[in-house]
């Protein structure tokens, strides 16, 4: 069983509107007390170190 994927979004840079792909790699939620998946990494096409865009994919 994989304990973790990773997913890409299309989106739009909040900062000047171009057109990035955002690839999030989540952890699997392992117990009920955390349902939701954990974002373990994330990095913009444009500009990696990006955090303004990494908080939209976390909780």
Do not use: G, W
Not at 14 to 34: F, G, I, N
Not at 50 to 57: G, I, L, M, R
């Amino acid at each position: 069983m994989d304990l973790e994927y990773t997913q890409n979004y299309d989106y739009r840079c909040p900062t000047d509107a171009s057109r990035v792909v955002h690839t999030v790699t989540y952890k699997k939620a392992s117990c009920s007390r955390y349902p939701e998946d954990i974002m373990t990494s994330f990095v913009c096409s444009r500009n990696s170190a990006c955090v303004k865009c990494a908080e939209n994919y976390r909780d």
